[in-house]
């Protein structure tokens, strides 16, 4: 059962979640976007053109030449020894590493791959030989309960392709009549749509993945259904740590971006868990142009 003052606080949030979402949208022609996840119906309606010239722009700030000098001295060590730094023990997540920063007190928009400037994730779920092998290139060693992990509990990517391939794609790969293959790691692109990040907020996405889940409540469970109720599970999953994360920076992901600053921080939040989560030969950026400009526009005409 319950309880009045559960019942409250629910209320509460969910006044605060309105109050939030209606200030960010402020300003923008409404329609199917406002009731669904539908970035292209929010372009179509918000898109305006910029006819002007680059006037507007400012020059490169004192803060970002200092940041940029440290960048520079730290690529610098990194090109003397390899590699500056990299994880040995903990598999590259989401929420796998705390907050970590360049210059915390120089950065507008934060966020790094790891809890070091330069420090190299490790991702073995695509295949365990490939990580201990680039770590032993440059003078580090897996930990031990990582690799016992990897090799004895945990099937990884590289296992399972070669568990698929026939005699005689082994051989070709062997005898090198064929490169590239995904054996290693994967090979596809991810182009993920994090723009929504920003229109939406996490908290929206979660309730439009939930129902989506609940739309899927069959008698009859077959193999395809199973399947998309994992992925949306997964999906959600994600979004809960993707919020946990933004939080270990001091973000409410949960709601959406209020002006400009947020929307390029909260778009670089979603792009910077996909490549944490994901290894493959490509991690892309959708086009973000007609999109953020809505903010830009509104932080200018205000």
Known sequence: MVSNLD??????TLKSQLTSTQEAWQGFKQGEWVKEVNVRDFIQKNYTPYQGDESFLETVTPATDTLWNEVKSLMVQEREKGVLDAETKIPSSITAYGAGYINQDLEKIVGLQTDQPFKRAIMP????????????????????????TFTEYRKTHNDGVFDAYTSEMRKARHSGI??????????GRIIGDYRRIALYGVDFLIKDKQKQLSSLEYDVMDEDLIRLREEISEQIKALKKLKSMG??????LGNPAVNSQQAIQWTYFGYLAAVKEQNGAAMSLVQLSESNPPDFYRNFRD
């Open 7 to 12: 019942l409250q606080r629910n209320v509460s």
């Open 125 to 148: 779920f695509g295949g365990i030989r490939v990580v201990e092998k680039s770590l032993e290139a440059y003078g580090y060693t897996i930990d031990p309960q990582t690799h016992t």
């Open 178 to 187: 064929i490169t590239g293959l995904p054996d290693a790691y994967g090979r």
């Open 247 to 252: 939080a270990s920076y001091g973000f409410d």
